[in-house]
């Protein structure tokens, strides 16, 4: 529930307006036009200086936001700081850092900041609840941030995409598709669904169906398939803290053929290499080399006769 407060704002009526407007008009009719002008020189000039004060306070502090932003920089760079928090709280402190010198500014110039603060919050207010979305990305952001289930350079896979984090911004994320297509990822509705990361660990574990004719000798194929693997030294074994050695083991019997399973770990960068290499090799090397045929699927059919 959104409550808006009202500004009391006191009324002019007619008739002061009309009694100022006759004020001013009597004082420039009665002061002396040499008068008059020595005071609206000095008007100009104090108004001048407040222009060229404002001017000089915000060059001072466009430098000073300049130097603060190197210094995150370096800060970021010396500490070794993953870019998802370099960049958000880069762009988290500049924002701020300009809010407030133009307020300065406008301070400077003479306008009631007291009013300028008013307004701004009552516009915020009306923009927030117009970009209610954009406030839950910015949430999500923030989310996104302090649990971290996913940074810069991850590959993961988020509401029906998959691919590189490149960028974590404050109200959005992209990603780098393996086809090379930029995909924008609002945070709101990323920080709430699941997100699977794909390279969080350093290994991985390649698993792979392979299925043989039936009358197959369960020993024979287990031991070409091991013999296989280990002709890929992408393969780890048991001395890799936190992999298994290669394991093969007959999974199930189906309909018309016996089926294996072939379970074996790799560094997560070798995935795919690893899996397309076991794949081409399990079929190209089992019926040339070690006499296994793969199964074609096969239906009895039984004729009666009265």
Known sequence: MYILQTIPVPEISPDSLAAKKAQLAQHIMTTPPNELLSELGHQALLFG???LA?????ALGAWIISLVRKALKKGHKRRKTEATLATFTESLVTISM?????LIVVGTLGVNTTSLAA???AGGMAIGMAL???VQNFAGGIMLLV????KVGDFIE??????LVTELTIVSTKLRTTDNRTIILPNGALSNGNINNITAQPLRRVDLEVTLAYGTDVEAAKSAILEIIADQPLFLNADTPGAASPFVALKELRDSCICFVVRAWVNAPDYWTAYFWLTENVYT??????NLSFPFPQLDIHLKQN
């Open 98 to 102: 300009w809010v407030v010198l133009i």
């Open 132 to 134: 209610s979305g954009t």
């Open 147 to 150: 649990f971290r289930p996913f």
């Open 158 to 163: 988020a509401q029906g995409y998959s691919g």
């Open 54 to 58: 404002a001017l000089a306070i915000y």
């Open 49 to 51: 200086l407040k222009v």
């Open 285 to 290: 090397r089992l019926p040339a080399q070690y």
């Open 119 to 121: 307004l701004l919050a």
